[in-house]
Structure formats: C-alpha cells, structure tokens
C-alpha cells in the first residue's frame, strides 16, 4: 500500500554486509543464498516485525526495506522519543545478529525528509547519499550517527547531550571512528555488544580482512576494558551472582551473570522488574 507524502526529519540508516562480494566469489550461491535468508529472517522476526514490550503496537521502523546485502531503515516521527530508541536498538540487534550468522554490518545514520511507496517500491531520501558515502568510508564493523543526528539521539537515550559514554552497558559510545585515509574522527556510535560481547567478540570477526579485524577488535577491547557497573544478587537468584543493565529513557536490556561475570541464567522461573521516572 502506498505511503504517500514527504515525512520531515526522520532519522534514516543504511546497513551494508562486508565482504559480501567476496562471498559471491567463493561460495556457490544456492549456500549463499541459503545463510543469507536465514539471517534476514531472523532480522525481520527480531526488529523489523517486532513491537518492543511496554510500546503496544508500535513498530521499530516506519520503513525497511532490503536490498541484495544492504538494508534501508526509517524511523517513526522523532518527536517521540520511544521511536528514536527503538530504532537505535532495533539497529544494535541487527548488527549483532549480522555478526552471530558471519554477515558484519556496517552502517551509518543521519536525519533525512524521505518518501517511501511501498506499492511503487519508491524510496527517496534527500541526505540518502551522505550516509551512503559515510558508511564506505568506515573501516571497521559498526555503525555511527552522524552529527546532524548525534544531539537527536542522545537526548533520547539519556536526556543530556553529554559525550561521556564508553561502557558496554552504554547505549551508545562516544569513539574514534576508523576511516579511509587515516582519518579518526570521534563520533557515536551503536553499542551492538551488550550483552553478546562481554567475553570478548569470540570467533566472530574471523572472516574479517585487514585493517576491519584490528578496527574492530580494538574498539570491543575499549569499550570492554572501560568496565560497567553490575547489581548484586540475592542467592535466591544463583547461579546468577549479578545483573548488568543497559538502560535508556524508555527501555532497557538485562544479562545475568554469574561469579566468574559469565552470562547465566538466574536460578528462578519468575521474576518482576519495576521500574520509575518519566520518559518525557
């Protein structure tokens, strides 16, 4: 159905697999095919057709829309600040199913008027190129907010601008961002580690080729040397010893962890959370 109508000021992503090309180049494209569908799948299932819990039927993306290994995402009306988190973390599970099912993303994102009509199969994005040209520039796994997109973002999370985010449990981090040309220029950018990497990326950037892998591998090293703060359990909760949090004005994301901080699960079949503030 068409959706007619330019939408200002929407914050707008483009997702791309690396080392696709050279996937199509050593592996026999019903296989391919066959990995690649599963993980848009699982993409679809986990963020793109999901409703976070506490949002009703609110969606993570107004507009998604893949196409061959990249991924174009919309989000909702900013002005409500669930639409700006539930896109940032939809991106952030992306990301890391991407890197679980060995297709790294890497992205970028920035604030846009778009059109979108699904029943011509039409997008149109003034700034679309920009992101673009930005995500290619980038040389490592991950994705960044642009400037004009950065105080919209943080705002959302935290309600303050203040660039001072390095944790794991961060929503986002505040870090130098490797880019073609030996340039680093210090930007946000999506935590898609919390809580899949808090033993470290594992086996996941094998496939990576150089300079990417050492990127990558020194940003994780950052953020997770950075240390996080981590709630004390009752043993009514072992063999789960404490729980890390990653919160945001509007959400959060829990691991349970047990003494020796290795992902577990707590030792009881129900639990409740509360929860107090206001998101406004």
Known sequence: MADEGVKRGRLVAFLDVLGFSAKLGSNPLEELYQNFAEVVDEIKDKTILSSPGGTGNRSNFAFAQFMSDSLVLVSHPVEDIYNVNNFIAAISEIIALGLDAGFPFRGAISVSDVVFDDGRNIFLAENFPAIVKFEGEQEWVGCVVLDDAKDLVLEAAFGSTTEDRMKITDFVHISKV???????????????????????????LNELIEPK??????????????????????????????????????GFRCQFLDEQVRECDPGLDEWSWTAEGNAS
């Open 213 to 250: 892998r050492s990127n990558t591998e020194k940003h994780i090293h950052d953020v997770l040397v950075a240390g996080f703060e981590a709630q004390n359990l009752g043993e009514e909760f072992l063999p789960a010893k404490y729980m890390a949090v990653m919160k945001t004005r509007t």
């Open 178 to 204: 490797p880019l073609k040309g030996d340039r680093h220029p210090i930007m946000v950018c999506i935590n898609f580690m919390f809580p899949r990497f808090l033993a470290g990326p594992g086996s996941r």
